[in-house]
Nanobody, 114 residues
Framework: VQLQASGGGLVQPGGSLRLSCAVS????????MGWYRRAPGKQRELVAR???????NYADSMKGRFTISRDNAKNTVYLQMNGLRPEDAAVYYC?????????WGQGTLVTVSS
């Protein structure tokens, strides 16, 4: 199983980015999918999660600004990030739970700076 994350980059404060994470390989059923992030000098933290049937939960600081979604036909999870702040700068990682194993992507860097 491989997870390929993309969509990171440099954005000004207040800007938007859309991250994507495509899952490939020996896939049976993808259960929960999620996005996490790790900022320099900080621990990895949850950004958002989404179940197979679309139930979502978000970290408090992302509520109202970030939206997680998924396309089960494409085995892909998305993260729409609006109103980005300097403190949102981090490496963003996607994950996917398949047969009780959590698989991780390689991360995509988001930089928020003017």
């Amino acid at each position: 199983v491989q997870l390929q994350a993309s969509g990171g980059g440099l954005v000004q404060p207040g800007g938007s980015l859309r991250l994507s994470c495509a899952v490939s390989g020996s896939i049976f059923v993808i259960n929960d999918m999620g996005w996490y992030r790790r900022a320099p000098g900080k621990q990895r933290e949850l950004v958002a999660r989404i179940s197979r049937d679309g139930n979502t939960n978000y970290a408090d600081s992302m509520k109202g600004r970030f939206t997680i979604s998924r396309d089960n036909a494409k085995n892909t999870v998305y993260l729409q990030m609006n109103g980005l702040r300097p403190e949102d700068a981090a490496v963003y990682y996607c994950n996917a739970a398949i047969r009780f194993i959590v698989h991780w992507g390689q991360g995509t860097l988001v930089t928020v700076s003017s």
